[in-house]
């Protein structure tokens, strides 16, 4: 049985509740870095209740979205260009190789002076991150139809 209880997430949990509420309650730490997990509840449950926290989760499910949306739109558009003009597409593999592994966080500091802290900044960022890799797949895909198809294609004159 206690060996049961040592092995449950939730013992650990509340282990971790209240070192933290002890920790807290002490003064060793600031209560600005470290504040009480029950004050944190109280607040938690007043920004549901006022529905303020409810509004900014949609805003930002909605930049998530609207990002998809535009990312998406942006590689097909590469996609097309990429199939018609060969050289097109080893350019845009080297910018995707060159920005696919920058993280959002590196480029934060440019897009906060170009476009200041807003939605369109964020938006900007949730596009960065999902562009490039979403690109380097769409091609990778398309490349690896076999040229059968291809050729179907072509002959049925699908453009």
Not at 97 to 107: D, G, M
Not at 112 to 121: E, P, Q, R, V
Request: net charge positive; hydrophobic share 55%; proline share 4%.
């Amino acid at each position: 049985m206690k060996d049961k209880i040592l092995k449950s997430n939730w013992f650990w949990i509340v282990c971790i509740i209240i070192i933290w509420e002890i920790v807290s309650a002490s003064g060793l730490v600031s209560s600005y870095i470290l504040p009480a997990f029950s004050k944190e509840v109280t607040q938690l449950v007043s920004e549901i209740t006022s529905k303020n926290l409810l509004e900014q989760v949609f805003n930002s499910f909605k930049l998530v979205v609207l990002g998809l949306g535009i990312s998406l739109a942006m590689s097909l558009v590469v996609l097309i260009l990429s199939d018609k003009f060969k050289y097109f597409k080893y350019f845009i593999r080297t910018i995707c190789n060159i920005l696919s592994p920058l993280p959002s966080v590196a480029i934060l500091p440019l897009v906060i002076i170009w476009m200041g802290i807003n939605d369109a900044a964020m938006l900007v960022l949730v596009i960065h991150s999902i562009v490039w890799p979403m690109i380097i797949n769409l091609i990778e895909k398309v490349d690896s139809i076999p040229t059968v198809y291809h050729d179907f294609l072509r002959n049925v004159e699908v453009r």
